[in-house]
């Protein structure tokens, strides 16, 4: 069984003019919240568990979903005070088995990636970290890699990449062993791309990406929000999954 950890407990606060009293995760896209559109991706390619990090308005997320969503178990890893998404990922990993590749995930991201092929990819380079990667179309934006022949990352450049070039897409598949081998202190705010990835990238953990051409769509800003509905898949036999936004208010 594979499980996930979603990064769900941001503010928001591009989005607050969109999207005012709920937390980024829970953003209606075609009267659905985009989680349940994310969580539909994976859950198709065989995920059955999913840590969801949550924080801002974590009450919301939970009071909707619950403990289960269609065939996959829900458990949540509460940002009591702020932690970012470093600090979060090492609350959630607790909730974790301690010996299988686990997913991770940018709540606020949807990216088509096929899980057997990362997984594949991941395991060939024995990769402690696999970056789904995807062609940039707003320079400054995402954190920009430099990807070797292999697809072995050298470095690290965050928002220093130019139209076309490959950047990180936010979904990752991470071996066990990686997130224990910190020697950062959990239980304090920690960014990912700025704490985590260059202390674990300079300590020697592998770090690989893979290319992947499918949809991708960040919501973090109000104008991607609005055309989120034209790059998320239709599911309509899937609205039963969980109920509509209109029907919980």
């Known amino acids: ?28 896209i075609a009267g659905r919240p985009f989680l349940a559109h994310q969580m539909d991706h994976w ?13 801002y308005r974590h009450e919301a997320i939970v009071e909707f979903f619950g403990d289960r969503y269609r065939e996959a178990r829900l458990t949540y890893a509460v940002e009591r005070t702020p932690l970012g998404t470093g600090g979060a990922l090492l609350l959630a990993a607790r909730e974790l088995p301690p010996n299988e590749r686990v997913l991770l995930l940018n709540g606020d991201t949807y990216f088509d990636v096929n899980l057997d092929r990362l997984r594949v990819f991941a395991e060939q380079h024995d990769a402690d970290w696999c970056f789904s990667l ?31 070039r490959l950047a990180n897409g936010g979904v990752y598949l991470v071996h066990p062993r990686a997130l224990r081998q910190t020697a950062l202190d959990e239980g304090r705010p920690l960014s990912l791309e700025n704490d985590l990835f260059p202390a674990w990238l300079a300590a020697g953990q592998r770090f690989y990406g893979m ?22 898949p239709h599911r309509a036999d899937l609205t039963t999954g969980a109920p509509h936004l209109d029907e919980c208010t």
């Open 211 to 232: 290319a992947c051409e499918g949809s991708f769509i960040d919501i973090g800003v109000p104008h991607d929000y609005h055309r989120a509905a034209a790059v998320l």
């Open 43 to 55: 859950i198709d390619q065989g995920v059955r568990h999913f840590v969801l990090s949550v924080g």
């Open 134 to 164: 995807f062609r940039a179309d707003q320079p400054g934006r995402y954190m920009g890699l430099q990807v070797e022949a292999d697809g072995r990352i050298a470095a690290l450049a965050h928002n220093d990449q130019a139209i076309g």
């Open 1 to 28: 069984m594979t499980s996930a950890i979603i990064l769900a407990g941001g503010l928001g606060t591009r989005l607050r003019g969109a999207v005012p009293d709920l937390p980024k995760p829970m953003a209606p």
